[in-house]
């Protein structure tokens, strides 16, 4: 086993960093490009209520996995990752593709009563209270619910980099030590998929979804379908992340 002294929070940190500017992007491509793609007013100024959720989510998972490994073992971190990975991941999954779903229909619901008031003519409104779009705050809380179920169940499945951090983490065979070396694995491995998918992909997306304009409600329902297929694909294991 690894010496728990050749590995602290700056190595753990660029593991991260290593990790996350290669395998992870790839990784995340299928979960996040359909959402990224399906959400209607989605682009650059918005796409962080979108990554970083389901990056906190990530660094949570990382944290969790290191107190888990300094605190019982690497055993009970396989145990975890075994059990329960797969089926976070696909059952986030499947629930952001649900809200695109709904979303794509409510929506084509909206703009037809929209259309319907603005034949309406215009009255002088004397006082109009400003209240708050409850339901919208809703769906925002959902979707970052999951999100951030989808971050945490990614982070739960094991890859290289990760395995030897846990290895380390439970040769120091305490939570602290442990929950440290989560958050240093953690926090390198989101930094540049955030970047990269709060700038690049947000930025493709907007402009596939421009050039495709009238096929925006099916790609809206595409992305949905797409998500759910891909959630219960991972829940069954289907899809090894």
């Known amino acids: 086993m690894m010496d728990s002294l050749t590995l602290g929070f700056s190595a753990a940190l660029f593991m991260g960093l290593a990790f996350g500017a290669g395998p992870c992007n790839i990784t995340c491509l299928p979960y996040l490009g359909p959402v990224f793609l399906g959400q209607e007013n989605n682009n650059m100024k918005t796409s962080w209520q979108t990554i970083i959720p389901f990056s906190m989510g990530r660094l949570t998972g990382y944290t969790i996995l290191g107190t888990i490994a300094g605190a019982f073992g690497l055993a009970a971190t396989q145990w975890i990752e075994q059990g329960i990975a797969g089926q976070v991941l696909g059952i986030a999954t499947i629930l952001v593709g649900l809200y695109l779903l709904l979303g794509a229909y409510s929506n084509k619901k909206t703009c037809a009563s929209h259309h319907a008031v603005n034949k309406v003519e215009a009255q002088p409104i004397i006082f109009s209270p400003v209240e708050p779009p409850k339901k919208e705050k809703k769906s925002r809380i959902y979707l970052t619910m999951s999100l951030f179920s989808m971050g945490a169940g990614m982070a739960l499945n094991p890859c290289i ?4 951090i846990l290895t380390v983490a439970a040769s120091m065979a305490t939570p602290i030590d442990g929950a440290r070396l989560g958050i240093a694995f953690g926090l390198g ?51 090894q992340v």
């Open 189 to 239: 491995a989101v930094v540049i998929p955030t970047l990269f998918f709060g700038f690049a992909i947000a930025y493709f997306s907007q402009q596939i979804k421009g050039h495709l304009n009238q096929w925006g409600k099916k790609l809206e329902r595409l992305s949905g379908f797409m998500l759910i297929f891909l959630g219960i694909s991972t829940s069954l294991g289907w899809v």
């Open 161 to 164: 980099p990760l395995v030897t």
